[in-house]
């Protein structure tokens, strides 16, 4: 094997993707021998792209949408978040064989614990979690780890919702999209995990007036990252969760497996992503 340690983020499309930005980042700051490419490859191709992955001299990589579940399916070991997801977004090699783990629940719990502290959730008794997809999949994931915090998913879809309590029904009810300004009013934490308020997309608007003022708003969304949810929380003086930490966070486990170094999310690597949303939009 050459001593270039070779990693990729691969995607459909891939573009947009910032995972480039914060690796390449670290291996100039942490001063290794590696480099982190971003490749499209489309779903038909993406099979022959993984069963490649050996003779390229990857030793792992990151997997975006929409070959999440077809990176789980590809791993010969998973770790057991992606068995709980069953989505898979990086992977590694380990002896010859493909393993594979879901680092967006950590992704979620790091950057929340960095902006808010470790013990961020005491004295919360509900999570409100709005969407029901991949990511909120991984944030309900997150937030079951914290004991005694109650999660109510909303979705537009409500039976995409019914379908999560499977991961805990003692701790997860649903409520109808319908009653959503009443659920904000009662929850301690609220998480957007739809696309809602992504730049191109409508904004998620929520009724703040009725809740208290420890509430903490929690948006996934990064592009803009103030979003309109995010900004109208802070107007009525809530505590902020960006969707950036989240993004920077879930990147700590790939690079340590890859590179052989658990690197920090610093204010410098935060800004440096910053400049290249700014530059590139
Ligand atoms: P991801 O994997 O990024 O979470 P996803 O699986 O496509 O993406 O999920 C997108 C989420 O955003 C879903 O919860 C979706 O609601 P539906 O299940 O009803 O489709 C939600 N979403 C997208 N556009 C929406 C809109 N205009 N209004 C409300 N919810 C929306």
Same mark, same amino acid.
């Given at each position: 094997?050459?001593s270039?340690r070779? =990693?990729?983020?691969?995607g459909?499309?891939i573009? %947009?993707?910032r995972?480039?930005?914060?690796?390449?980042y670290?291996?100039?700051?942490?001063? #290794?021998?590696?480099s982190?490419?971003r490749i499209?490859v489309?779903?038909?191709?993406?099979?022959?792209?993984?069963a490649?992955?050996?003779?390229?001299?990857?030793?792992?990589?990151?997997v975006?949408?929409?070959h999440?579940?077809?990176?789980f =399916?590809?791993?010969?070991?998973?770790?057991?978040r992606?068995?709980?997801? %069953? =989505?898979v977004?990086?992977?590694?090699?380990?002896?010859?064989?493909?393993?594979g +783990?879901?680092?967006d629940?950590?992704?979620f719990t790091?950057c929340?614990?960095?902006?808010?502290?470790? %013990?961020?959730?005491?004295?919360?008794?509900?999570a409100?979690?709005?969407g =029901?997809?991949?990511a909120?999949r991984?944030?309900?994931?997150? #937030?079951?780890?914290?004991?005694? #915090?109650?999660v109510k998913?909303?979705?537009?879809?409500? @039976?995409?919702?019914?379908d999560?309590?499977a991961?805990?029904?003692?701790?997860?009810?649903?409520?109808?999209?319908d009653?959503?300004?009443?659920?904000?009013?009662?929850?301690?934490?609220i998480v957007?995990?739809?696309?809602?308020?992504?730049?191109?997309?409508?904004p998620l608007?929520? +009724?703040?007036?009725?809740?208290?003022? @420890?509430?903490?708003?929690?948006?996934?969304?990064?592009?803009p990252?103030?979003t309109p949810l995010?900004?109208?929380?802070?107007?009525h003086?809530?505590?902020?969760?960006d969707g950036l930490?989240?993004?920077? %966070?879930?990147?700590?486990?790939?690079f340590?497996?890859?590179?052989?170094v658990?690197?920090?999310?610093?204010?410098e690597?935060?800004?440096a992503?910053?400049?290249?949303?700014?530059?590139?939009?």
């Amino acid at each position: 094997m050459s001593s270039i340690r070779k =990693a990729f983020v691969t995607g459909y499309p891939i573009a %947009h993707s910032r995972s480039p930005v914060i690796h390449n980042y670290w291996l100039r700051y942490y001063d #290794l021998k590696g480099s982190y490419e971003r490749i499209g490859v489309a779903p038909e191709d993406f099979t022959a792209f993984i069963a490649g992955l050996k003779d390229n001299g990857f030793v792992g990589g990151n997997v975006t949408m929409p070959h999440k579940d077809a990176a789980f =399916a590809a791993a010969a070991v998973t770790t057991e978040r992606a068995k709980q997801l %069953h =989505a898979v977004n990086t992977l590694w090699f380990e002896d010859g064989v493909l393993h594979g +783990d879901n680092t967006d629940i950590l992704g979620f719990t790091g950057c929340i614990e960095q902006t808010l502290g470790r %013990h961020w959730y005491q004295g919360v008794e509900t999570a409100l979690v709005i969407g =029901a997809g991949g990511a909120a999949r991984a944030v309900v994931t997150g #937030l079951l780890g914290y004991p005694g #915090l109650k999660v109510k998913i909303i979705n537009r879809t409500t @039976d995409k919702a019914d379908d999560m309590t499977a991961f805990d029904r003692n701790r997860i009810e649903t409520a109808s999209w319908d009653n959503l300004d009443a659920e904000v009013a009662k929850a301690g934490v609220i998480v957007n995990t739809t696309s809602l308020g992504m730049t191109g997309y409508p904004p998620l608007v929520l +009724d703040f007036s009725r809740c208290s003022k @420890d509430t903490i708003v929690a948006d996934i969304v990064y592009v803009p990252l103030m979003t309109p949810l995010l900004s109208a929380a802070q107007e009525h003086s809530l505590r902020i969760v960006d969707g950036l930490g989240m993004l920077l %966070h879930q990147a700590v486990p790939g690079f340590a497996r890859w590179f052989g170094v658990t690197p920090e999310v610093t204010p410098e690597l935060r800004e440096a992503v910053l400049q290249d949303l700014r530059e590139r939009g």
